[in-house]
């Protein structure tokens, strides 16, 4: 029997350069910070500068448990595609398109995929409905941080290491020049993310102060 | 889970020390006290330094909030036993002076604070 296709697509715009966004998507360890309501285990079982193969463990909105599977992602010109096996059985394919938009903006777009059994046809609202909860979900927890990767880097921020004129405690340069954002993976780590144990987020519940931007 | 701020009540507070009194001093205004007592902790811009005010143990002091690592928002998060978590990737800082849990060599800037008819002021390039 022919294998039956669940699809859903969305797209939103940033205010920030596609490679940011990239960096965004590639970063592993923000998981279990930025979405830790989201999830809660991650690991890289191994990578490349541009692949990766990760565990990751998440509650997706409308449903009530946590599953986990592992997934293989790799850039192809601007798509970023993944593969996710989860523990479910279902195998999930993703595109995400980074799209060039003027003045350092750019859309993102992203569809998932689902290749089942015709049976599940009849999910398709809850398909749906679940992926477009689960985008904007993770959207509104990583626009910020997008737009504020983009801000530190106009001011001169240097990964390990902060901005220079803020460590050396002396006046912001009148000009300055950071030059264009690099999309450079794979990500730099410093946690044990890489190792057999990976990563857990710290905390479920905080009081959250929020951004100042 | 994300909840409303609570209020906190802010005790009688003395600001950190500054430094030297010859050197150039940019003092600037971040917040009025009764903001700050609202959270005992915000976050602000003030001319492209994004600054975390906060109280601890009766001394309200200033850190850089731009975490070391990746640039990520340290104070987005209240603080829990005297540390800060960087919310993007769990670095950890003492409230103490800002020094870097996970990454010893990596601290936030400090800046002196001072107090002045309900507001709170910090030096720029102290």
Redesign the interface.
């Known amino acids: 029997m022919k294998p039956y296709t669940l699809q859903a697509q969305f797209q939103a715009d940033m205010d920030c350069p596609k490679e940011v966004v990239m960096w965004n998507y590639y970063d592993h360890e923000h998981l279990v910070g930025t979405h830790y309501k989201l999830y809660d285990k991650a690991r890289v079982v191994a990578e490349r500068n541009d692949w990766a193969l990760v565990f990751r463990s998440k509650r997706m909105p409308l449903l009530p448990f946590h599953s986990s599977g592992i997934g293989f992602q790799y850039m192809d010109g601007n798509t970023m595609k993944s593969f996710h096996k989860d523990s479910l059985g279902f195998f999930l394919e993703t595109e995400i398109d980074f799209i060039d938009l003027p003045e350092d903006r750019c859309t993102i777009r992203v569809t998932y995929r689902i290749n089942t059994h015709p049976f599940f046809r009849v999910f398709e609202p809850f398909f749906k409905r679940l992926f477009e909860k689960w985008f904007w979900a993770t959207w509104e927890e990583d626009a910020p941080m997008r737009i504020r990767r983009w801000k530190v880097h106009k001011l001169g921020f240097k990964e390990f290491s902060g901005i220079d004129y803020i460590n050396r405690k002396i006046a912001k340069p009148e000009h300055l020049e950071p030059g264009k954002y690099v999309f450079d993976p794979p990500v730099r780590t410093s946690s044990p993310i890489k190792t057999v144990q990976g990563i857990e987020r710290p905390f479920t519940q905080s009081l959250e102060l929020g951004y100042d931007e | 889970?994300?909840?409303a701020?609570?209020q906190e009540k802010i005790p009688e507070v003395s600001a950190q020390p500054n430094s030297t009194p010859d050197r150039q001093e940019?003092y600037q205004c971040v917040a009025s006290l009764e903001e700050l007592k609202k959270?005992s902790?915000?976050?602000?811009?003030l001319?492209?330094?994004?600054i975390l005010l906060y109280e601890y143990e009766g001394q309200i002091k200033a850190l850089?909030n731009?975490c070391?690592?990746?640039?990520?928002?340290v104070?987005?998060?209240?603080a829990?036993d005297g540390v800060f978590?960087?919310?993007?990737?769990?670095w950890r800082f003492s409230c103490v002076d800002g020094s870097c849990l996970?990454?010893p060599g990596?601290p936030l800037?400090q800046y002196p604070v001072k107090i002045l008819d309900g507001n709170v002021y910090v030096d720029l390039?102290?």
């Open positions: 889970m994300s909840t701020p609570r940019d959270t902790q915000l976050t602000r811009w001319n492209d330094h994004d850089s731009i070391r690592h990746f640039g990520g928002p104070g987005y998060h209240k829990k978590t960087c919310l993007w990737h769990n996970s990454h990596l800037r390039l102290g």
